[in-house]
């Protein structure tokens, strides 16, 4: 009994603290706060001093420890695969959870030049109760000359049950340290929550391609006037694609999917720069993780092409459905075909691999064919982070924003 009522004060004491300073650990990392925006100097915040950085893990509360995961170990990524599909992000309605894939997070994370002490796990008595990860990636930044190198930030995930223990800001602070030491001082990151200081606020929108199967896990709704079968009316998809010369992506296409990607991307004022070996990674077709498909013109000339990615969302509670089969829109460079035409086969393509609903977010050129393509706006935002860089403009609109972090 005593130590329920302990646990409640513990738990009533950290409410007290996060109410009276919210974002005390946001406060002390080199991320502009809103009176910085005017006075700091676009560029490093803070000069990396690689002598200065801590060549030791931080410390963790007694019986947790410090563990690298390698992915390409079936059992550790068994274990990774469940601590997320339990515990990583859910919608505000808890209604839906991602259920990343083995082999998407083999994917995502086992890119050329990955360094194995940036998959980090915490344990307690082996149990994998903490994870964060970085990748490398080369930046650019508002179209600077320099390009520069730094890590993508991504699934950062505490279990349920020892949340508001502060593991998070420990996990950060140690996958930044793992990153200074190897010299490296800055970090891309996004998150659905807002913290200090986003550089963009993005917007999620979604394309209907089972509106029957959306209407009954809660996804999408039916206002008075609509019924299930005028939804389905509504988002038909022809069988057949549109665009002479789709094709899945292959092999011998990397080459030339490489210049278009790289040229493509100048448009915008935050981009990674992706080498051949890069793009073969991160678009060659694999099987329940990612689609690529070019458009292919005489003497094989490749003017086009469209991607995306699966990620299901287990449904929570649902009789019928256990998932939510999303695609993500990942990366379309249109420089002959209509990008409204090509996204269509996109939509066309995604419903014939059996997804439900074809997502995106407002980056890019998406504008572009969000409302002729029927896309509806989401509660989901997206903001876009960058650690220890101050830009010269204060924010970026969506459209500015060339990265899309899965
Ligand atoms: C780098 N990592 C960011 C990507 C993680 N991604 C995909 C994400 N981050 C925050 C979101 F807001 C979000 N949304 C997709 C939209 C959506 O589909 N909302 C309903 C829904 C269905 N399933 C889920 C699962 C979790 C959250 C919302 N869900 C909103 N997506």
């Keep these: 009994q005593l130590n329920v009522v302990q646990k409640q004060t513990q738990y009533n004491q950290q409410l007290l603290d996060k109410l009276n300073k919210p974002h005390q650990f946001w406060e002390t990392q080199p991320i502009p706060n809103i009176n910085d925006m005017d006075s700091l100097k676009p560029g490093p915040i803070q000069e990396g001093v690689l002598e200065d950085v801590r060549k030791d893990p931080y410390n963790l509360i007694s019986k947790f420890e410090w563990c690298n995961i390698d992915l390409r170990n079936d059992e550790q990524a068994q274990q990774v695969y469940a601590l997320l599909k339990e515990n990583y992000v859910e919608d505000d309605d808890n209604m839906f959870r991602f259920d990343y894939s083995i082999d998407f997070l083999r994917w995502a994370l086992l890119p050329p030049g990955q360094y194995p002490d940036w998959i980090v796990g915490v344990k307690v008595n082996q149990k994998l109760v903490g994870f ?61 929550i807002v913290v200090p200081t986003p550089i963009s606020q993005t917007r999620y929108y979604h394309r209907s391609l089972n509106a029957k199967k959306l209407i009954e896990v809660g996804f999408s709704s039916l206002s008075a006037r609509q019924t299930i079968s005028r939804q389905q009316k509504l988002y038909k998809l022809p069988e057949e694609t549109k665009t002479q010369g789709l094709r899945s992506m292959k092999k011998k296409d990397v080459a030339q999917v490489t210049k278009l990607l790289n040229e493509y991307l100048k448009k915008f004022k935050l981009y990674f720069k992706y080498t051949e070996d890069e793009v073969k990674h991160w678009f060659i077709p694999r099987k329940d993780v990612i689609s690529t498909y070019v458009v292919e013109k005489e003497q094989g000339i490749i003017t086009d092409f469209l991607s995306f990615y699966n990620l299901p969302s287990q449904v929570i509670k649902n009789p019928k459905y256990t998932h939510l089969k999303a695609a993500y829109s990942y990366y379309n460079v249109a420089t002959q075909t209509p990008i409204v035409q090509l996204m269509y086969d996109a939509l066309i ?35 876009y982070y960058l650690y220890n860089w101050k830009l010269e403009s204060n924010m970026l609109k969506p459209e500015e924003i060339g990265i899309v972090l899965v």
């Design 132 to 192: 964060i990860t970085g990748i490398p990636v080369t930046l650019n930044i508002e179209n600077q000359q320099t390009k520069i190198k730094m890590t993508e930030i991504n699934f950062l995930c505490v279990h349920k049950k020892i949340r508001a223990n502060r593991l998070a800001p420990v996990l950060i602070k140690e996958i930044t340290r793992r990153v200074h030491i190897k010299n490296m001082w800055q970090a891309v990151y996004t998150a659905g």
């Design 349 to 383: 393509l995604a419903k014939n691999e059996g997804y439900d609903v074809f997502n995106c977010l407002d980056i890019m050129e998406n504008e572009k064919f969000l409302k002729e393509l029927m896309f509806c706006p989401g509660d989901g935002q997206l903001n």
